[in-house]
């Protein structure tokens, strides 16, 4: 666990005791502080009892009364699309907000001497592909000798971190929930992978969700940047980051075309990838069968991993060699069987339209399993892969209503993971490939859409059993 320092003798009080919010808790109590904590849930608070906290209801008349700062977990909505109500009472007492990733950033930079060690550390933020191309960089630090530790939104809280643990790279994945608050961000590299429409009620529209993520890079502004170039928005934040001509403080990345100019970039083209720098080829990989990595989008995490370990000094060959060790992440474009010629792939991360989209144009002759709780922005941004889905399985209580946005597909009314894996299975042919690639989020009917990654699992195995 990492101290919190900067608030020793003083009270702090955290909202929200999920994972973050307790590992808050705990930290700031480790440096010193008098952390009083508040959830809605009477179960969440009964457990940080029992450790010892107190509780505290914060909307009371006086409640910031003597507090130092609001601690808030990344669920918590404190600006769209409208305040939580304890956060209110915190901007109006004048309580400074922050979250843990501020905490860490803040103890970073002021505590970790005590343990005679730096880390390096790198940040990916994006709409896409941030989970993947943060454990593969993970990965491909580990795979070349470097101890590296991974937190976040994946692996353990940012403040769980153990700074006796060997670990000369941090590798943090941040979702805009947590660049939007956070009130330190100092990365040593900080990545940008893609932007697309996600989150807009929480960040008030695309701008907004744009800015969240962009706070990345411009709160003290990290030593390297990679930025993903295939959005305008990317093409922006690398434009507004470079100080000119052959600057390589920034590595552009890309999937889509080739670039070109004398600075620093690393591109995927027809299955390659090809790093540039000052004008001269530098390295080329092909990526084409690398199993853990299949289809375009994952090229451009490939990329964007690549370039942020380049960026630490490792050199391309072992970066190579530990791309074709990588496995890839459970419902991530992750194969879960193959059976009589019929591929099954597990892609219920694809929660939004972007998102699947990617996946549906990653394979052929697709027996799509889509549908969940729609979100903003509707379903036409799927037309370009469309024309690679034999059929669709539509899942989720609004199963019909998705199904009239797939015009020129047949679609089977579903509702249930299990009458959708059933009909695949019945109807699927040699070279098909069965994908679960919702478009929507999973809260109709699963907990998350890992539950729902899970329960197409389970049914594919029963199915095939």
């Known amino acids: 666990m990492i101290p919190v320092v900067g608030f020793e ?37 009964a457990r940080a009892e029992v450790e010892g906290f107190e509780a505290r209801e914060l909307t009371r008349a006086g409640a910031f009364e003597g507090i130092a700062a609001l601690i808030v977990s990344p669920g918590i909505p404190h600006l769209y699309p409208a305040p939580n109500p304890v956060i209110a009472a915190a901007l109006e007492a004048g309580v400074p907000v922050d979250n843990d990733i501020g905490l860490f950033f803040r103890s970073m930079g002021r505590g ?44 353990r809280g940012v403040l769980d971190i153990d700074p006796l643990e060997d670990g000369s790279v941090v590798v943090l994945e941040l979702s805009s929930y947590q660049t939007d608050l956070a009130r330190a961000l100092t990365p040593d590299v900080a990545v940008f992978t893609n932007l697309s429409p996600d989150h807009l009620d929480r ?21 390297r940047a990679v930025i993903g170039v295939d959005e305008v928005e990317g093409q922006y934040l690398a434009n507004q980051l470079s100080e000119g001509p052959g600057d390589d403080r920034v590595i552009r990345v890309s999937a889509a075309s080739k670039l070109s100019g004398p600075g620093w970039q690393v591109f995927a083209r027809k299955g390659f990838l090809s790093e540039w720098r000052k004008g001269r080829q530098v390295a080329s990989i092909d990526l084409r069968e690398i199993g853990g990595l ?10 964007a991993a690549y370039a942020a370990c380049r960026a630490l000094g490792l050199g391309p060959r072992e970066i190579e060699k530990g791309l074709h060790s990588f496995k890839g992440l459970p419902h991530r474009s992750q194969t879960i069987a193959e059976a009589n010629g019929v591929r099954f792939v597990n892609d219920s991360k694809a929660t939004n339209v972007d998102s699947a989209l990617k996946a549906l144009e990653a394979f052929r002759n697709i027996r799509w399993i889509c549908g969940g709780l729609m979100k903003e922005g509707g379903l036409e941004a799927l037309a370009p892969g469309l024309s690679n889905v034999t059929k669709a399985y539509v ?14 597909v047949e679609a089977q009314i579903c509702t249930t993971m299990q009458d ?4 695949t299975v019945s109807e699927a042919q040699p070279g098909d490939v069965v994908l679960l690639a919702p478009a929507a989020a999973s809260f109709d009917q699963y907990d998350n859409f890992e539950k729902r990654g899970d329960d197409f699992i389970a049914q594919v195995t029963t199915q095939l059993a």
């Not at 009080?13 to 959830?39: P, T």
């Not at 299949?294 to 990329?303: S, Y």
């Open 395 to 408: 899942i989720g209580r609004e199963a019909e209503r998705f199904s009239l946005g797939l015009p020129g």
């Open 420 to 423: 959708a894996v059933a009909a």
């Open 112 to 155: 970790w001497e005590m343990f005679d060690r730096t880390p390096k550390i790198i940040a990916v933020t994006g709409s896409n592909g941030k989970s993947t191309t943060s454990a593969l960089i993970h990965h491909l630090l580990h795979a070349a000798g470097r101890d590296s530790q991974l937190a976040g939104n994946i692996g």
């Open 203 to 223: 960040h008030s529209g695309l701008g907004g969700y744009f800015a969240a993520k962009r706070r990345l890079f411009a709160e003290g502004g990290p030593d």
């Open 9 to 45: 003798g003083h009270k702090v009080a955290v909202l929200g005791l999920g994972r973050s919010g307790l590992s808050a808790a705990r930290a700031l109590r480790e440096g010193g502080a008098e952390a009083l904590v508040w959830d809605d849930n009477p179960a969440a608070r």
């Open 294 to 303: 299949p289809g375009a989008h994952n090229h451009q995490n490939a990329c």
